[in-house]
């Protein structure tokens, strides 16, 4: 299986959460990735491309293919941080 898929990477529960409220209220998730996420994919908004299961940290990949499409997810605690996860695509 893999997927395609953009994320929002910070260090509290409580800035994914404010940040996931920003997303709710229209605000674009690649403007709040360049601006918040601490992982290098911020330079492209979030974007993580395409990757196969398996090659994330579990708490992530059990998001990317198990939740719905085209919604944005979390947060999403891992060893790295909190997560908002939004799944841009999925196939076999």
Avoid: W
């Avoid at 998730?29 to 993580?48: I, N, R």
């Avoid at 999403?76 to 799944?87: C, N, P």
């Amino acid at each position: 299986m893999r997927a395609k898929a953009r994320h929002i990477l910070v260090d509290t529960l409580e800035e994914c959460t404010k940040i996931k409220l920003k997303i709710d209220n229209g605000t674009d998730f690649g403007v709040l990735a360049t601006m918040h996420s601490k992982c290098p994919s911020s330079q492209k908004g979030g974007d993580l491309g395409e990757f196969k299961q398996g090659q994330m940290v579990k708490e992530f990949d059990d998001v990317v293919f198990q939740a719905e499409v085209g919604k944005v997810h979390g947060p999403v605690k891992t060893q790295f941080g909190y997560h908002l996860i939004d799944i841009l695509e999925r196939s076999e």
